[in-house]
């Protein structure tokens, strides 16, 4: 979007955690039309930053369903995705 590289899919569980499941309750965030014109778009990389950004009100949700606290309150899409996390090493 930015030259920076595809968006990314913040989860905030990792394979292995006791609350880890590869089934993502989504989460779309749309950047506001004040922090387009202000050039306040950034590269987002933690759930922390996205919940910022969401009370700041330069992130709002792409999604009507219930509310994550978590997220700043960022809504689900209403659909979910099955899409485990995997390691790719050497």
């Known amino acids: 979007m930015l030259g920076e ?13 006791r609350d880890y499941s590869p089934i993502w ?15 306040a778009r950034k590269r ?11 009370r700041a009100g330069r992130l709002t ?3 009507t369903g219930p509310a994550n606290t978590s997220l700043g309150g ?5 659909f979910i995705s099955n899409c485990p996390t995997v390691a790719i090493g050497s």
């Not at 960022?74 to 209403?78: F, M, T």
């Open 44 to 54: 987002l990389t933690s759930s922390a930053q996205i919940a910022a950004e969401v």
């Open 74 to 78: 960022l809504k689900a899409a209403n």
């Open 5 to 17: 590289g595809s968006p990314l899919n913040i989860t905030q569980s990792l394979p292995g955690a």
């Open 61 to 63: 949700s792409g999604g």
């Open 25 to 39: 309750d989504v989460h779309p965030a749309v950047w506001s039309e004040g922090a387009v014109s202000s050039g």
